[in-house]
Nanobody, 126 residues
Framework: QVQLVESGGGLVQAGGSLRLSCAAS????????MGWFREAPGKERETVAA????????YYKDSVKGRFTISRDNAKNTVYLQMNSLKPEDTAVYYC???????????????????WGQGTQVTVSS
């Protein structure tokens, strides 16, 4: 069982930055791929970024490439999402999730993730 707790959301003006953190429980954090997802009102949940257990492999949604960076610190059981040059269309509830991957890699589709955090609101004003 993995428990995830997100933090770092808030209200920011367009062009600003936020750093989301997701702290995980458990002793085998490095065997889990981690993902960040977002859900805006009236829209489906979408994958923003994903990272393999080692941190060597990452994925980004096209619209956030060059602006967002996913990283992890396995010693601290924490995954981060650094968000720069934020746009109003980035406004959503952001979730982190964990997917067990014994042999590495990551998953892109939300349905592949077993454990989810409670979400943190990110609001970007124009």
């Amino acid at each position: 069982q993995v428990q995830l707790v997100e933090s770092g959301g808030g209200l920011v003006q367009a062009g600003g930055s936020l750093r989301l953190s997701c702290a995980a429980s458990g002793r085998t954090f490095s065997t889990y791929a981690m993902g960040w997802f977002r859900e805006a009102p009236g829209k489906e949940r979408e994958t923003v970024a994903a990272i393999s257990g080692s941190g060597r492999n990452t994925y980004y949604k096209d619209s956030v490439k060059g602006r967002f960076t996913i990283s992890r610190d396995n010693a601290k059981n924490t995954v981060y999402l650094q968000m720069n040059s934020l746009k109003p269309e980035d406004t959503a509830v952001y979730y982190c999730a964990a997917s067990y991957r014994k042999y590495g890699g990551y998953d892109i589709i939300p349905g592949a993730y077993n454990y989810w955090g409670q979400g943190t609101q990110v609001t970007v004003s124009s």
